[in-house]
Protein backbone atom coordinates (compact mmCIF):
# COMPACT_ATOMS: atom_id res chain seq x y z
CA UNK A 1 0.00 0.00 0.00
CA UNK A 2 1.08 3.52 -0.74
CA UNK A 3 0.67 6.50 1.48
CA UNK A 4 0.19 9.02 -0.48
CA UNK A 5 -0.87 11.56 2.51
CA UNK A 6 0.87 14.72 3.99
CA UNK A 7 2.58 14.95 7.10
CA UNK A 8 3.36 17.06 9.79
CA UNK A 9 7.00 16.31 8.98
CA UNK A 10 6.44 17.04 5.52
CA UNK A 11 4.83 20.38 6.23
CA UNK A 12 8.05 21.27 7.85
CA UNK A 13 10.75 20.12 5.55
CA UNK A 14 8.60 22.33 2.98
CA UNK A 15 8.79 25.39 5.32
CA UNK A 16 12.19 24.91 5.53
CA UNK A 17 12.71 25.29 1.92
CA UNK A 18 10.57 28.59 1.90
CA UNK A 19 12.83 29.94 4.53
CA UNK A 20 15.69 29.15 3.57
CA UNK A 21 14.40 31.31 0.42
CA UNK A 22 14.24 33.98 2.51
CA UNK A 23 10.80 35.37 1.48
CA UNK A 24 9.59 38.18 2.89
CA UNK A 25 6.43 38.24 5.46
CA UNK A 26 3.90 39.09 3.11
CA UNK A 27 5.51 36.43 0.53
CA UNK A 28 5.19 33.68 3.49
CA UNK A 29 1.56 34.65 4.48
CA UNK A 30 0.83 33.87 0.82
CA UNK A 31 2.86 30.57 0.18
CA UNK A 32 2.33 28.89 3.29
CA UNK A 33 -1.90 28.16 3.26
CA UNK A 34 -1.23 26.13 -0.05
CA UNK A 35 1.09 23.43 2.39
CA UNK A 36 -1.29 23.74 5.23
CA UNK A 37 -4.54 22.65 3.57
CA UNK A 38 -3.32 19.89 2.34
CA UNK A 39 -2.08 19.08 6.19
CA UNK A 40 -5.50 19.37 7.14
CA UNK A 41 -7.10 17.38 4.21
CA UNK A 42 -4.68 14.79 6.07
CA UNK A 43 -5.51 15.49 9.71
CA UNK A 44 -7.39 11.86 9.86
CA UNK A 45 -3.87 10.67 9.95
CA UNK A 46 -2.24 13.03 12.21
CA UNK A 47 -4.89 15.15 14.55
CA UNK A 48 -5.12 13.00 17.97
CA UNK A 49 -8.04 13.74 20.42
CA UNK A 50 -5.31 14.59 22.91
CA UNK A 51 -4.14 17.02 20.94
CA UNK A 52 -7.34 19.04 20.94
CA UNK A 53 -7.92 19.43 24.62
CA UNK A 54 -9.58 22.84 25.88
CA UNK A 55 -7.66 25.29 27.74
CA UNK A 56 -8.18 25.94 31.59
CA UNK A 57 -10.53 29.37 32.20
CA UNK A 58 -10.53 31.53 29.47
CA UNK A 59 -6.86 30.19 28.26
CA UNK A 60 -6.70 28.31 24.68
CA UNK A 61 -5.50 24.52 24.59
CA UNK A 62 -2.02 24.64 23.21
CA UNK A 63 -0.49 21.49 21.33
CA UNK A 64 2.88 21.79 20.06
CA UNK A 65 3.62 20.19 16.91
CA UNK A 66 7.02 21.94 16.13
CA UNK A 67 9.36 24.35 16.81
CA UNK A 68 12.50 24.74 15.19
CA UNK A 69 15.68 25.91 17.69
CA UNK A 70 15.49 29.29 17.44
CA UNK A 71 12.24 29.32 17.57
CA UNK A 72 10.74 29.94 13.87
CA UNK A 73 8.51 28.02 11.89
CA UNK A 74 6.04 27.18 15.27
CA UNK A 75 3.02 24.71 15.01
CA UNK A 76 0.56 24.36 17.22
CA UNK A 77 -3.11 22.60 17.49
CA UNK A 78 -5.05 25.29 19.07
CA UNK A 79 -8.76 24.60 20.99
CA UNK A 80 -11.54 27.60 21.98
CA UNK A 81 -14.19 26.29 24.11
CA UNK A 82 -17.57 28.18 22.81
CA UNK A 83 -17.85 31.70 23.66
CA UNK A 84 -13.43 32.00 24.03
CA UNK A 85 -12.23 34.94 22.31
CA UNK A 86 -8.91 36.46 21.91
CA UNK A 87 -8.52 40.47 21.92
CA UNK A 88 -7.65 41.98 18.64
CA UNK A 89 -3.44 41.54 18.23
CA UNK A 90 -0.56 41.16 15.97
CA UNK A 91 1.78 38.63 15.46
CA UNK A 92 5.19 40.21 14.68
CA UNK A 93 5.81 37.39 12.26
CA UNK A 94 3.42 35.85 9.44
CA UNK A 95 0.51 33.77 10.96
CA UNK A 96 -1.42 30.79 9.15
CA UNK A 97 -4.87 29.64 10.72
CA UNK A 98 -6.56 26.80 9.57
CA UNK A 99 -9.47 25.08 10.98
CA UNK A 100 -9.59 20.98 11.72
CA UNK A 101 -12.53 20.55 13.58
CA UNK A 102 -15.41 22.95 14.18
CA UNK A 103 -15.69 26.48 13.41
CA UNK A 104 -15.02 29.93 14.99
CA UNK A 105 -14.97 33.92 13.28
CA UNK A 106 -11.80 35.63 12.84
CA UNK A 107 -11.84 39.02 13.12
CA UNK A 108 -9.86 42.04 11.13
CA UNK A 109 -8.80 45.06 12.62
CA UNK A 110 -7.20 48.21 11.06
CA UNK A 111 -5.24 50.40 12.91
CA UNK A 112 -5.96 53.93 12.38
CA UNK A 113 -3.20 56.36 14.33
CA UNK A 114 0.33 56.78 13.24
CA UNK A 115 1.95 54.66 16.42
CA UNK A 116 3.87 58.02 18.00
CA UNK A 117 2.10 58.36 20.73
CA UNK A 118 3.12 55.21 23.41
CA UNK A 119 0.51 53.12 24.42
CA UNK A 120 -2.07 54.34 22.45
CA UNK A 121 -3.86 52.59 19.66
CA UNK A 122 -6.65 53.55 17.72
CA UNK A 123 -8.55 50.54 16.08
CA UNK A 124 -11.69 49.60 14.71
CA UNK A 125 -12.74 46.20 13.64
CA UNK A 126 -12.63 46.03 9.63
CA UNK A 127 -14.49 42.73 8.69
CA UNK A 128 -14.90 39.01 9.71
CA UNK A 129 -14.71 35.59 8.24
CA UNK A 130 -15.36 32.19 9.30
CA UNK A 131 -12.26 29.96 9.68
CA UNK A 132 -13.11 26.01 9.63
CA UNK A 133 -11.67 23.01 7.68
CA UNK A 134 -12.63 24.72 4.42
CA UNK A 135 -11.55 27.92 5.20
CA UNK A 136 -7.60 29.04 6.10
CA UNK A 137 -6.75 32.98 7.25
CA UNK A 138 -3.13 33.80 6.30
CA UNK A 139 -1.18 37.52 7.65
CA UNK A 140 1.49 39.37 8.04
CA UNK A 141 2.89 40.06 11.07
CA UNK A 142 1.88 43.90 11.31
CA UNK A 143 -2.01 42.59 10.51
CA UNK A 144 -4.31 42.93 13.85
CA UNK A 145 -6.81 40.36 14.54
CA UNK A 146 -9.12 38.38 16.87
CA UNK A 147 -10.10 35.29 17.20
CA UNK A 148 -14.08 34.36 18.42
CA UNK A 149 -15.69 30.71 18.94
CA UNK A 150 -18.89 31.75 18.50
CA UNK A 151 -19.97 28.50 17.43
CA UNK A 152 -21.34 26.35 19.92
CA UNK A 153 -19.13 23.99 20.65
CA UNK A 154 -15.26 23.56 20.73
CA UNK A 155 -13.16 24.97 17.96
CA UNK A 156 -9.39 23.29 17.42
CA UNK A 157 -7.50 24.83 14.57
CA UNK A 158 -3.90 24.68 13.43
CA UNK A 159 -1.76 27.55 13.64
CA UNK A 160 1.62 28.22 12.04
CA UNK A 161 3.45 31.13 12.98
CA UNK A 162 7.10 32.36 11.57
CA UNK A 163 7.95 32.21 14.51
CA UNK A 164 6.95 31.39 17.85
CA UNK A 165 5.18 34.19 18.83
CA UNK A 166 6.69 34.26 22.86
CA UNK A 167 9.66 35.39 21.06
CA UNK A 168 8.02 38.08 19.01
CA UNK A 169 7.57 41.85 19.55
CA UNK A 170 3.65 41.54 19.47
CA UNK A 171 1.03 43.21 20.96
CA UNK A 172 -2.91 43.43 22.07
CA UNK A 173 -5.08 45.99 21.58
CA UNK A 174 -8.07 47.41 23.72
CA UNK A 175 -10.28 49.01 21.46
CA UNK A 176 -12.43 50.52 23.96
CA UNK A 177 -9.40 52.23 25.63
CA UNK A 178 -6.97 52.78 22.43
CA UNK A 179 -4.51 51.74 23.96
CA UNK A 180 -2.14 48.57 23.79
CA UNK A 181 0.31 46.15 25.59
CA UNK A 182 2.78 43.38 25.10
CA UNK A 183 1.23 40.28 24.39
CA UNK A 184 2.49 36.75 24.99
CA UNK A 185 0.63 33.29 24.15
CA UNK A 186 2.81 31.20 27.13
CA UNK A 187 3.46 28.73 24.38
CA UNK A 188 6.69 27.99 24.83
CA UNK A 189 6.47 24.01 25.03
CA UNK A 190 8.62 22.74 22.82
CA UNK A 191 7.91 19.90 19.83
CA UNK A 192 11.07 17.68 20.35
CA UNK A 193 9.65 15.53 22.68
CA UNK A 194 6.50 15.00 20.53
CA UNK A 195 5.41 11.02 19.89
CA UNK A 196 6.38 10.08 16.34
CA UNK A 197 2.78 10.18 15.27
CA UNK A 198 2.63 13.67 15.67
CA UNK A 199 5.43 14.69 13.22
FE1 LIG B 1 -3.49 35.53 16.45
Known amino acids: MCDTGYS ?7 L ?3 AHDRLDDAAMARAVPDLVKRLVLMRHNWLRPYMCVAGEGAAAG ?5 EEP ?4 AIFVVTWLPGDETPP ?8 IAGLDGHETNH ?8 TVPGYADVRRAGSERIDASHIVAMAGDAIHSLHNDSGAPSTTLHVYG ?26 TRADSLPQEAT
Not at 62 to 66: E, F, K, W
Not at 70 to 73: G, K, N, Q
Open 8 to 14: VRELVAD
Open 16 to 18: RLL
Open 62 to 66: LHALH
Open 70 to 73: DHTL
Open 89 to 96: HDHGTWAV
Open 108 to 115: WWKRFDDG
Open 163 to 188: RNVDYTDRHKYDPARHALASYKLGAT
